[in-house]
């Protein structure tokens, strides 16, 4: 838990959010400014400001996160394709600094 993270304030449950899935180690929840007809966040609870802040002890946390994308990608109609971006830093995007996986789908996607 960081002070003053929107994110941690979530996953105690101080803020409200539409929540998806939950584990003890991930939360997945509702983009509020949804890019995609499905647009969730996949949050580790831990607090983990970015990529470079990952610890080798969290490897198995990094793996908890993947499997709770697989499990959500199995809720997804049709082809189940979906898209997971991570802006890491301000300079693309990053506006929370808790680390946070987008998971998109719903739409036809180009090329970057
Ligand atoms: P990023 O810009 O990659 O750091 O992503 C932060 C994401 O959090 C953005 O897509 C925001 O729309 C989303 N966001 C901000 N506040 C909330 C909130 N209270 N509940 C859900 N999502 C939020
Ligand atoms: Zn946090």
């Not at 304030?9 to 939950?22: F, G, M």
């Not at 991930?26 to 607090?47: E, G």
């Not at 970015?50 to 990094?62: F, G, P, R, T, Y």
Request: charged share 25%; hydrophobic share 45%.
């Amino acid at each position: 838990m960081a002070a003053d993270c929107l994110f941690c304030k979530i996953i105690n449950k101080e803020l409200p959010a539409t929540i998806i899935d939950e584990n003890d180690d991930v939360v997945v929840l509702k983009d509020i400014a949804p890019k995609a007809p499905v647009h969730y966040l996949v949050i580790p609870k831990k607090h983990i400001k970015d990529i470079q802040s990952i610890q080798k002890e969290d490897a198995n946390l990094v793996a908890k996160i993947l499997f709770m994308v697989q499990k959500i990608s199995k809720k997804l109609p049709g082809s189940q394709a979906f898209r997971l971006i991570v802006n890491n830093g301000s300079d693309v995007g990053q506006s929370v600094f808790h680390m946070h996986w987008h998971f998109l789908s719903g739409k036809k996607m180009q090329d970057f």
